[in-house]
């Protein structure tokens, strides 16, 4: 049963596909030397989040936007809630800080009727999933599992042409933008001076999501906060180039007061940020959620993000939730590791996050299939590279064609 479902061909095409990218693009575009300026400006502003929270409410409130500190999600669903009329139809941005606190799932369960409408979040929707990817959710699937499902679901007749299953949801959603009475939305980066928000998509969902809606909440982490606009554009090509391979995303959305017809709110969540900033652990708060990481990692390529059972996936996904979630659901991911280090290197904002995840597993249990690789690395210091290198191997070992071939085999004989 566990080879049976061991294997996403999905993800690991995807991933492959978006690292080859990422690698073109940075190479062409020289984008490595970006990141010493970013990496510094993270730190700094990171070290000053207090001060620069305190600047950037004064100066939202100025132009009229309300900002609220949740230390919370039920702090973030209260305040919500508490904005609300009944029933109201909201559009919703793919935000992994809302989905960290299962917003949408709330607001359904009070009666309100919540769209995701970023492609790839809707779908997942449609099937009750998590994303399994932090910025392509649906990467799991392929387009004849989407055509199956909106056909069952929308009782429609599509083919499996992606431009046919888009055309389908673009409508869809068309609808409900046009009629929506509030939007949710994340932000990617918030600037304390000139107050301004940030969020960057590719679909042009975020835009709608935040403009047309009377009421329009942002929520945001506390760890997004961001001094003055300068340089931003290098944070924002380091994001997107490293999420997708793109050297410019299709929108950047700044919003710095509501629209005639609005009322905006601001609301920046702590959930365990503030004690992640104190901690030894304080690099994991650069985290700029690209999932370069999670898109190298042999054991994510192999298994894509469901199998981690949360929203954060792979190593900085065990550190991000040792924080944000519970200890034991990071135990659980970080168990996945196979410290290889193939992470690390690829992180735009410089993260080690294999020598964290070692860090923070050191209080955890060590599984049995970890021992053996853990005594070879703290023996042989010196021969660490080696080392490294067969761990690789021992990840990529489960991608050789013959042993594809085997599973493939025993797949499709289980299938009969
Ligand atoms: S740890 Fe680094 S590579 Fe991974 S998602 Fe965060 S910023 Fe991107």
């Not at 047309?212 to 906060?225: E, N, S």
């Amino acid at each position: 049963m566990f080879l049976f479902n061991l294997f996403n061909e999905n993800v690991y095409k995807a991933t492959s596909h978006t690292v080859e990218k990422k690698h073109r693009v940075f190479k062409e575009k020289g984008l490595a030397e970006l990141i010493p300026y970013a990496v510094e400006k993270r730190k700094k502003c990171l070290e000053n989040a207090e001060k620069l929270w305190k600047e950037a409410k004064t100066n939202f409130e100025k132009n009229g936007i309300e900002v609220f500190f949740a230390e919370n999600g039920s702090q973030v669903k209260e305040f919500i809630k508490a904005k609300l009329e009944e029933k109201e139809l909201i559009v919703k941005g793919k935000s992994l800080t809302t989905e960290e606190i299962e917003l949408r799932q709330f607001l359904e369960k009070e009666g309100h009727e919540v769209v995701e409408t970023d492609l790839g979040e809707w779908i997942i929707q449609q099937r009750n999933e998590l994303p399994s990817h932090f910025t392509a959710p649906a990467v799991h699937l392929s387009a004849e599992d989407v055509r199956k499902m909106i056909n069952k679901k929308f009782k429609t007749n599509l083919s499996s042409n992606i431009q046919e299953l888009t055309d389908f949801v673009r409508k869809h959603l068309r609808e409900k933008f046009l009629n929506a009475t509030c939007g949710i939305i994340g932000a990617n980066f918030v600037i304390a001076n000139p107050a301004t928000i940030m969020a960057v998509s590719n679909e042009g969902n975020v835009s709608l999501s935040a403009r047309l809606p009377q009421k329009v909440f942002v929520v945001t982490g506390y760890d997004r906060i961001y001094d003055t606009p300068d340089r931003m554009e290098d944070l924002q090509k380091l994001l997107t180039s490293s999420a997708t391979g793109q050297y410019y995303t299709s929108y950047v959305d700044f919003i710095r007061k509501p629209l005639p017809h609005q009322r905006v709110f601001l609301i920046v969540l702590d959930n365990g940020r503030k004690n992640l900033l104190e901690s030894e652990f304080r690099e994991t708060s650069r985290c700029i959620r690209c999932a370069s990481c999670l898109n190298i990692c042999p054991v994510y390529k192999e298994v894509g993000g469901h199998k981690f059972g949360k929203v954060y996936h792979g190593g900085i996904g065990s550190l991000l939730t040792a924080f944000t979630g519970k200890k034991k659901d990071s135990k659980k991911i970080a168990e996945f590791c196979l410290r290889c280090g193939s992470c690390g290197p690829e992180c735009p904002m410089e993260i080690q996050i294999s020598k964290l995840v070692a860090k923070l597993s050191s209080d955890f249990s060590v599984p049995f299939y970890l021992k053996i690789p853990l005594k070879m690395m703290k023996e042989q210091k010196e021969g660490f590279k080696k080392k490294r290198k067969n761990l690789i191997f021992i990840g990529c070992a489960f991608r050789t064609p013959i042993f594809n071939k085997i599973n493939k085999k025993i797949k499709s004989f289980g299938e009969k």
